[in-house]
């Protein structure tokens, strides 16, 4: 059993059943010429064991007389071996020892009286059961042999036999032809098989093409082709009925994919139009409030409190504007500037600020002694380390030590914003740099966007315009954001 798990096993359905087609094969010959091998010994054998009947004991009778004539044998002499089969073997036995012996010799009439039996021979000969029956007994000197043991007048035991050599060569000769044939059908069969099962699962191959080519697309991406169906099949067979079910499959996914892209590019619109048009009144209302602010009669304390919220407001109002225009303007595929920018620079400039913002979190730096330059636009890029640093300040408390690392590799650049903080929630991890995402699923006036959840979003979207990924690395203790962007 350990031999039989060690050897290889086909893979595809197509080997499987070639190798299952010549497995059945060569057990259905197996058995044929099994039991044609088995046959053909009972039958040669029965012939022989008839033979040594028309022969009796005669010849073992002539052992024990020396070729004298008795009277009851009608003139034949007992020594006459001219009508003996080449091989016959006799002899006497006498109280289980061998008295007389003697073979007819191929070419020679006359018996060989000086054959050479061994003790162990002797010893068989003895055993011979004394039945009239044939019995199979191996002879050192001999090889195998057909015996009949018959009792003697003088109380002796005659045997005579006949040798199962050509018995044997002819089942061997058999077993071999068998062999060959048989190997050769098998072959054969195998070839033959490996072309037909392959013909056979032609249209499941064209299924499993058409799905790998689908399995590349994009689906995710927004509107996308499918490539053209797999080709039908007998409806009939079992190969036609899944390559039929896979067709509707498809068009049941083309059908939900341009339905959700129909459905998207409508949201998009809508986003894009609602943000365009809320511009002018968020500036209107922030205008006017601050040119209230600006009147030089007195104003009443709670009227200049509600002037400065409706100013703040309105600022963070306009900020989530700009920045769903900003992510409807990257879904719509819009190019951004690409020129050469000093990431070196930017990330330098990046956490001046942050400190600026969040005095009481350690800021430490990482830099290369190169400056570090990769094409893009550097104002959407400064917004990129702008939302990171913010967001390394606003969900740590105060105390944190933020580290930001620029390392230049052969074909990108790696930025890596790292902190000792609580660690993003196992929850929101897979969701994190999804739009309207929030680690603690509450507005916040201080947040950055409002406390919308688009921070980490506009992040993911601007470094995948500019060719690059952006991925997590969080627990207690150590979250790393790390942006790689081609050079």
Known sequence: MTFLRRLPRPRTLRARLTVGLVVLLAVSCAAVGLAAVVELNGFLTQRLDEQLVQVGTRFPESLEHHGKVPDDHDGDEYGDTR?????????????????????????DPSADLNVDLSAEDAGRLARVPVDGGPHTVDLSALDDYRVVASAGRDGDVLIVGLPLEPVQATVHRLELVAGVVFGLALVVAGVAGAFWVRWSLRPLSRVAATAARVSELPLASGEV???????????????????????????????????????????????????????????????????????????????????????????????????????????????????????????????????????????????????????????????????????????????????????????????????????????????????????????????????????????????????????????????????????
């Open 83 to 107: 009508r003996m089969a080449t091989g016959t073997f006799g002899a006497r036995l006498l109280d289980g020892t061998v008295t007389n012996k003697g073979l007819i010799r191929s070419g």
């Open 225 to 487: 082709a499918l490539p053209p169906r797999a080709p039908d099949a007998d409806p009939r067979s079992e190969v036609g009925r899944v390559a039929a079910a896979f067709n509707r499959m498809l068009g049941h996914v083309e059908d939900a994919l341009t339905k959700r892209h129909a459905s998207e590019e409508r949201l998009r619109r809508f986003a894009a139009d609602a943000s365009h048009e809320l511009r002018t009144p968020v500036a209107s209302v922030r205008g006017h409030a601050e040119l209230a602010l600006l009147h030089p009669g007195p104003v009443p304390p709670e009227v200049t409190r509600a002037l400065h919220r409706i100013t703040a407001g309105s600022a963070r109002m306009g900020e989530m504007v700009d920045d769903l225009l900003l992510l409807a303007r990257l879904d719509a595929g819009r190019p951004l500037e690409s020129r050469p920018v000093d990431l070196t620079h930017l990330v330098l400039d990046a956490v001046t600020d942050a400190r600026a913002a969040g005095p009481g979190h350690g800021w430490t730096l990482d830099l290369p002694e190169d400056p570090v330059t990769v094409p893009g636009d550097a104002h959407r890029l400064q917004q990129v380390l702008a939302n990171l640093l913010a967001n390394a300040r606003v969900h740590t408390p105060v105390g944190t030590k933020v580290m930001v690392t620029l390392q230049a590799a052969p074909d990108a650049a790696v930025l890596s914003v790292q902190d000792d903080g609580p660690g993003v929630p196992e929850d929101v991890r897979p969701g994190v740099f999804e739009r309207f995402t929030r680690a603690d699923h509450r507005r916040r006036p201080d947040a950055p966007g409002g406390g919308a959840g688009l921070g980490l979003s506009i992040v993911a979207a601007v470094v995948e315009a500019h060719g690059g990924s952006v991925g997590l690395e969080s627990s207690p203790g150590a979250t790393t954001f790390r942006v790689s962007l081609p050079v």
